[in-house]
């Protein structure tokens, strides 16, 4: 079966400080991956999402970046955190290729990574 | 641009009784349609999806697609204090990803 991980679960960092965050995803090739953010409250906002190695599409323009060095890795970066920053960061992976059971499109999260900037 | 939209709520059930959750989607062209929960700090969790007009039933969870309204609800049969969550609608828009709802809060009341 596929799981989904995500580290580290909770991040404090100080404005200005660079980020990464990983997920990894196993039992499944090819995956589409996902990187949202959810602040407090509030919904959930897509970052960017990869559909193979190296392709990356990015949803808000930010300064946060995205890479996918391998096929079931997804990192998300920052050179430079911002106080507004701040949320809840999730990881999701969908399996393109259907045939039959939950649409293509469906997507499976990760645990979560919360990062507080202070 | 796309949208989904959902009542915030919160809305507030006595245990035991139906819990309607209802979303919206702007694009006709939708084909298919989810519904999340998500527990308090922790991530969003399948809990249906349907892609046919009409119902779908899962238990005690009945999701319901009315795509000439542009409509799709969740029905909780027999709610518990275990239902109280943030329910999220999303629909996909697009081959590669989905559209989430900012959620509706759900709380039962013993």
């Known amino acids: 079966s596929q799981t989904i991980h995500q580290w580290p679960a909770t991040l404090v960092q100080p404005v200005g400080s660079p980020l990464s965050l990983e997920c990894t995803v196993e039992?499944?090739?090819?995956?589409?991956l996902y990187w949202y953010r959810q602040a407090a409250g509030r919904g959930l906002q897509l970052l960017f999402y990869?559909?193979?190695?190296?392709?990356i599409s990015s949803e808000v323009p930010q300064n946060l970046s995205a890479s996918r060095p391998q096929d079931r890795q997804f990192i998300l970066s920052s050179k430079k955190l911002l106080l507004s920053d701040s949320g809840f960061y999730l990881c999701a992976w969908s399996a393109p290729g259907g045939g039959g059971g939950p649409p293509q499109e469906t997507q499976y999260f990760g645990p979560g990574t919360r990062l507080l900037v202070l | 641009q796309k949208e989904v939209e959902q009542n915030s709520g919160p809305l507030s059930v006595p245990e035991g009784a139906i819990a309607s959750l209802n979303c919206t989607y702007s694009d006709r062209g939708s084909q298919s349609f989810f519904w999340y929960r998500q527990y308090s700090g922790k991530s969003p969790e399948l809990i249906m999806f349907i892609y046919s007009n009409g119902d779908k039933e899962d238990g005690r969870f009945t999701a319901q697609l009315n795509k000439a309204s542009q409509y799709v609800s969740l029905l909780i049969r027999d709610s518990q204090p275990s239902d109280s969550a943030t329910y999220l609608c999303?629909?996909?828009?697009?081959?590669?990803?989905?559209?989430f709802g900012s959620g509706t809060r759900l709380s039962i009341r013993p």
């Open positions: 039992g499944t090739s090819n995956p589409n």
């Open positions: 990869s559909v193979g190695i190296g392709q």
């Open positions: 999303a629909v996909n828009m697009d081959p590669s990803k989905i559209i």
